[in-house]
């Protein structure tokens, strides 16, 4: 396979058992390679191989960690895999082209999420006003870091460009929420991955890989592009998590009528 694979090619790809896996785990959250191994149960090699058809596709991309420079995080690309299946999908027959609805909002059930990075200056802050936005409110979204810092300028800039103002927005140290109940954690960054603490009530956890805009050197107007890549990352992952969350909003749901007709409610 070579450039943009055809139908039958791409589902020769994603047929097969061990790279549907891959695929299905990376779109929980992104991994390390060690990770991959523990949860799937395969040689390293093995899983690295097929890694490594997946990238070649450009379906899964790979990322040096920043907490550890020997380590690399892999990515799922969503949206190209969902290109992909439209694609195939309307390959097979017109009537399959995949109607998406962007309007998540009037399904969602209200859920609370806290993204973290170090700083909470830029990347959790992104992340956090554009979930309130895109869910419509519906989500209450929240933002933290283990070494808080000042609101970055261009965060505030960048977020303008969405129609979203926070300017106003403090900085906030996790711990403020160790004693508040969360539905999902999401860690942005690799080093606060590594010490993020135990939540009460063991709420959802992910990670987002995501480079930090401002580590860039040079004048805000020199490292701007930087945020802009940023924020345009984190709107596609966003959008990406609402069907997340209205899977998960079903699923509680689900087991709460389970468990009224059992006679033992939660």
């Not at 191994?37 to 093995?46: A, D, E, R, T």
């Not at 992909?84 to 995949?98: D, E, F, I, K």
């Not at 006003?129 to 933290?144: F, N, P, Q, T």
Request: glycine share 6%; hydrophobic share 40%; proline share 5%.
């Amino acid at each position: 396979m070579s450039g943009d694979p055809s139908s039958s090619e791409f589902l020769r790809l994603v047929g097969h058992p061990l790279r549907w896996q891959l695929l299905r785990e990376l779109g929980r959250s992104d991994r390390e390679v060690r990770e991959l191994v523990g949860l799937l149960g395969k040689p390293q090699s093995l899983v690295s191989y097929h890694l490594g058809r997946l990238r070649a596709e450009g379906l899964v991309s790979m990322r040096r960690s920043s907490a550890d420079r020997r380590d690399a995080y892999y990515t799922v690309d969503l949206a190209r895999c969902g290109e992909l299946l439209a694609a195939t999908g309307v390959a097979l027959h017109p009537a399959l082209r995949l109607q998406r609805s962007d309007d998540a909002s009037v399904r969602l059930a209200p859920a609370r999420v806290l993204f973290l990075c170090t700083g909470n200056s830029a990347r959790s802050q992104i992340a956090e006003a554009l979930l309130r936005d895109r869910s419509g409110g519906v989500i209450e979204a929240h933002s933290a870091g283990s070494h808080p810092r000042q609101l970055h300028p261009n965060a505030v800039r960048v977020m303008r460009e969405y129609g979203i103002d926070i300017s106003a927005h403090d900085t906030t140290h996790l711990n403020h929420y160790l004693a508040e109940r969360l539905d999902w954690v999401i860690s942005l960054c690799d080093r606060v991955r590594e010490v993020c603490p135990e939540f009460p009530g063991h709420p959802h956890m992910t990670h987002w890989s995501i480079a930090d805009p401002a580590a860039d050197s040079g004048t805000d107007d020199e490292t701007y592009a930087a945020f802009q890549r940023t924020a345009a990352e984190l709107d596609t992952r966003v959008r990406f998590l609402l069907p997340q969350l209205e899977a998960a909003a079903d699923a509680r749901r689900t087991a709460k009528a389970a468990d009224l007709n059992s006679g033992s409610p939660r």
